[in-house]
């Protein structure tokens, strides 16, 4: 089955804001074995909606339109649905009376308007809207199916996991597509595609797709089969070799994060970690306590951007940053073992460098980084040099230090 | 003129990515006074992009297509609008030569593939590609301008601005589009839209949006006008009104964001920043040191996740802590004051709070924190109760301590 997304609201047109209930809808419906072959965008238009709809149930199995199921007059969904189809709006007693008791309750005059929210057209089942008022619509039209929901994601995603999921489970032909992401760290991406391209190559089924992010290589498999577990199957036969081929680079296989990973196998072993940061600036501790229970292996930061502070904060002693300079891998490394031993903790990092714009010299250009990691072993550190503008230098920086953490408390 | 823009690329129908170009896109359109009506993504499919860009040449002044134009026999864009519009494809001599010169430079053998790139339909005229291979293609089709860029963004938008936006200044009508940003922090949307409701409503030009972002209300202002300069003035006419309206409620008005206006207010009067964070991790030290030149102000921060730390990098008092627990006033305070002696700083921020999802209790739930800022004045605390999930609670502290820092430093 093909489906395509409609996106419907002016404002969806404007530079600031976009459609991402479409990534949300195409990621269940993949599930189900269901394609998006086209989305659109289309203003609070009467005609121009119309227009998009009906080049839409004209070559897709399943529409998806959504937004525009409000009160107001910009609201125009349900409208223009009826008259495309040439059905009329008929008023559902039920919904009528669940928006007028809602009034009730809150003790509000009721505005006419809302009963608008009561009209459905002739024909089709409403679907309940457990986040919200305006309820969904859905309409089998012939081979065609079009579904209406409304536009705020929290309202869109309860409704379709618990009315259209189920309907859409009973009608697909029992092909299943399941999918799955590796994360990879530490390899230029065409070096992923030189070690995995003669692999993925081969199949046809799972498909294969590399994605660059920022920090990280994604490869993402999808698999066709009759049943989820002939999917997994697939999965696993070409994910396998391609977990042989990339090994520990390989930091994700269930779209964790790098941060996830790492807090992960630090409460695994009992570990705890504290940072010492200059050029990230509070990254690193800002991305490790993103997690909930950081508390459990993070004890804390400090971000020493001055000379001075480097000194009072992580006990870098005066002399090594007059001699090295602050950008320097023996900072770096007295960093990691200054903070590790105020803090009391298993690992400490340190990080000194030169995000940019300014700063950079030609000895010591902008995206020198040295990353320190220090234990109980000892202490190693790393220079990195890494491309890109002051936010991409401060991410890959930290991406390193978790990385080297990674590697670190794994073994 | 109206525009249309179609991003055509299989990988923007995944869960996994999407179609930022045309956000770039559509503001740069306005400015020259056109509107976006449609936006489509199709996949690397002929069929499909063929009806896709038939039914947008039958309905919009202006059609640009995105992406395509690689080497590859995935980029079908050429092929495809040479077959809509009838037109063979032609081999440009003066583009065939660059390619084949710069693989000469390279020093690396040309694979015949590339040769595609020399392709343009009869009758169009080729855009230089500032930063990259692929060139751009512009037709006039009567009363119709049809543009292919490449999708690469540094691409796009170079090849944009330098080919395509003095040609499309040239054919608009002399209307012009402004528009202006104002940022607002520290109401609630509904209070905001009470203040300023009875006066933008009053306009139809400029037209007004109020939209939510986390943590800042904007308020978007649209003006046509046969220039510039009249554009202007109607920005300005409405603007003054709500800027009396919204008085010191408003942070930006170009743009720029919360942290940025505190930088700028803090190297405006030489002040100086340190912080100390609990619950927001290293945030705030983030988001201050993402701007460039930040070392101007910003001297350094602790991120004290545990009591200890509290105490040996912010100087709290552990009978303080004892006493009143990690998240309280007094804590905030003692942050604040210790961080700032310690860093020899203008100003001391201290945040303590309760992130979640874990660690609520009833006397102190989730989203309650505490922020103290301190200067050679003296320490005011704020309590706070910030709803939403662990990454809101984090940046709406971030947010408000931020916005105390402003209204400190600006007066």
Redesign the interface.
């Known amino acids: 089955m093909d489906a395509e997304i409609i996106a419907v609201g002016s404002?969806?047109?404007?530079?600031?804001?976009?459609d991402?209930n479409s990534?949300?809808l195409?990621?269940k419906l993949?599930e189900l074995g269901i394609?998006?072959?086209?989305?659109?965008?289309?203003?609070d238009?009467r005609e121009?909606l119309a227009?998009?709809l009906q080049?839409a149930l004209g070559?897709s199995e399943l529409v998806i339109l959504v937004g525009g199921l409000g009160p107001t007059k910009d609201d125009i969904n349900r409208d223009v649905v009826a008259s495309v189809l040439g059905r009329p709006l008929r008023e559902v007693p039920e919904i009528r009376a669940r928006i007028e008791s809602r009034f009730k309750r809150l003790g509000r005059p009721m505005p006419e308007n809302n009963l608008r929210q009561a009209l459905v057209p002739e024909g089709a089942e409403w679907l309940e809207n457990p986040n919200g008022t305006a309820p969904g619509i859905w309409l089998e039209l012939g081979s065609t199916t079009l579904i209406l929901l409304p536009g705020p994601p929290q309202e869109l995603e309860a409704m379709f996991e618990s009315a259209c999921l189920p309907r859409l489970e009973r009608r697909t032909t029992g092909e299943r597509l399941r999918s799955r992401v590796y994360k990879v760290v530490g390899l230029p991406e065409s070096e992923v595609d030189l070690r995995i391209a003669p692999i993925y190559t081969a199949y046809t089924n799972p498909t294969t797709?590399v994605?660059a992010t920022l920090g990280a290589i994604?490869i993402?498999l999808r698999a066709r089969a009759a049943s989820d577990a002939e999917a997994e199957a697939l999965l696993n036969e070409l994910g396998d070799k391609i977990e042989l081929a990339l090994g520990d680079h390989i930091f994700s296989t269930r779209g964790e994060s790098l941060e996830e990973v790492v807090g992960m196998y630090l409460m695994m072993r009992r570990r705890t970690v504290?940072?010492a940061?200059s050029c990230?600036?509070?990254?690193?501790?800002?991305r490790?306590?993103?997690i909930?229970?950081?508390?459990n292996f993070?004890?804390?930061?400090?971000?020493?951007?001055?000379n001075?502070?480097k000194t009072?904060?992580a006990g870098v002693p005066e002399a090594l940053i007059a001699t090295h300079g602050a950008v320097s891998k023996p900072v770096a490394q007295a960093m990691a073992e200054g903070v590790r031993r105020?803090?009391?903790a298993s690992l400490g990092v340190g990080i000194t460098g030169i995000a940019?714009?300014?700063?950079g010299t030609p000895e010591k250009p902008v995206g020198l980084v040295f990353i320190g990691l220090a234990d109980e072993k000892g202490t190693s550190v790393r220079e990195f040099r890494f491309p890109g503008d002051?936010?991409r230098v401060?991410f890959w920086a930290s991406q390193a230090a978790l990385e080297m953490i990674r590697r670190r408390v794994r073994s």
């Open positions: 404002e969806l047109l404007t530079p600031f804001r976009q991402t990534l949300y195409t990621g993949n394609e998006v072959r086209f989305k659109t965008v289309v203003g238009d121009r227009a998009v080049a070559r797709t994605l994604e993402h504290a940072v940061e990230t600036g509070g990254l690193l501790s800002e490790l306590t993103r909930a229970g950081s508390s993070f004890l804390g930061g400090v971000v020493c951007y001055s001075e502070l009072l904060l105020r803090a009391d940019g714009p300014g700063g002051r936010e401060r």
